[in-house]
């Protein structure tokens, strides 16, 4: 983990301002392919760790009409496509219009760009461990973070981020939440994590340490990273091959995991019934 990715803050303020008085379009809100890897680490009782490469997109939702131009279909087949059904409601309804109905009701004043960073579909399919809403205001500050989690049983839950007074996310705080929601069957549904996150134009990290309140330190760390670049076709159809079958294994992975963990004898948890409320914060 390069940590240094936190200390470029200033690279959160770069933005795109129209001359006639429209909102401030943040560079970290323009459309990006994020080239990078998904890491893991677990501590105890048996230690485990991954490093995948990987690669996400960056999607202004206000502009998804221009994914067909950009070489992504949208809501269509294709070799690399983006659904809407595969997010928010999931029933394909508009994204943004849910997006910004829930911070409505959450009470977060997020006026500007929001922007989706998640996995698309290759060939027909995928699967999103993790997705982040990340929720400008109209001056491009960070208002908010909506993170999505998606277990492999056919469930989803949302961490809201935000803080209470009001006030900016800055890259490299750390941004607490409870957990409610079963991921893993190797993790008890307790504890808390601790999100942080780099909102730079050409880099973006998410990190995220499980506590488990059995010791002082996490026990997982993961985190996503990428470096941007074009969101063009030509660079879209190469991803089929330098990525091919990337979102099957996605899931296969996850399963090989599993399968680490189970040799190793770490302790199984029996699924619980989802949380009530879909977000949580």
Same mark, same amino acid.
């Given at each position: ?24 379009? %943040? &560079? ?5 392919? *994020? ?7 677990? !501590?105890?009782? /048996?230690? =485990? +760790?991954?490093?995948? %490469? &990987? ?5 202004? *939702? ?7 131009? !950009?070489?992504? /279909?949208? =809501? +269509? ?205």
């Amino acid at each position: 983990m390069n940590t240094t990715l936190f200390a470029d803050i200033g690279a959160t303020r770069t933005a795109r301002r129209s001359s006639d008085g429209a909102p401030t379009v %943040p &560079a970290a809100a323009e459309f990006a392919l *994020l080239h990078g890897d998904v890491m893991h680490r677990r !501590r105890r009782p /048996a230690a =485990n +760790a991954f490093n995948y %490469p &990987a690669f996400s997109l960056r999607l202004p *939702l206000s502009r998804l009409a221009e994914l067909p131009t !950009r070489g992504i /279909a949208h =809501n +269509a087949r294709g070799a690399v496509s983006f659904h809407d059904r595969d997010h928010g409601a999931r029933d394909g309804s508009p994204l943004e219009a849910w997006i910004r109905a829930l911070l409505a009701a959450e009470g977060i004043e997020a006026d500007g760009e929001i922007v989706l960073h998640a996995f698309p579909r290759m060939l027909g399919y995928v699967f999103n461990p993790v997705s982040f809403w990340v929720c400008h205001d109209v001056n491009g500050a960070v208002r908010a973070v909506l993170c999505e989690v998606c277990n492999t049983f056919g469930e989803c839950h949302n961490y809201l981020l935000a803080h209470p007074d009001g006030r900016a996310l800055t890259s490299g705080e750390t941004l607490p939440a409870c957990k409610v929601f079963h991921v893993s069957p190797f993790c008890d549904v307790k504890g808390r994590y601790a999100f942080r996150f780099h909102f730079g134009a050409d880099r973006w990290l998410a990190r995220i340490d499980y506590f488990d309140d059995d010791g002082p330190l996490p026990l997982l760390e993961t985190s996503v990273s990428g470096r941007a670049a074009p969101v063009e076709p030509a660079a879209v159809r190469s991803l089929v091959w330098r990525y091919r079958l990337f979102t099957f294994g996605v899931v296969a992975r996850i399963h090989w995991q599993a399968l680490r963990l189970f040799v190793k004898r770490v302790p199984f948890f029996a699924k619980p019934a989802p949380p009530p409320q879909r977000t949580t914060r």
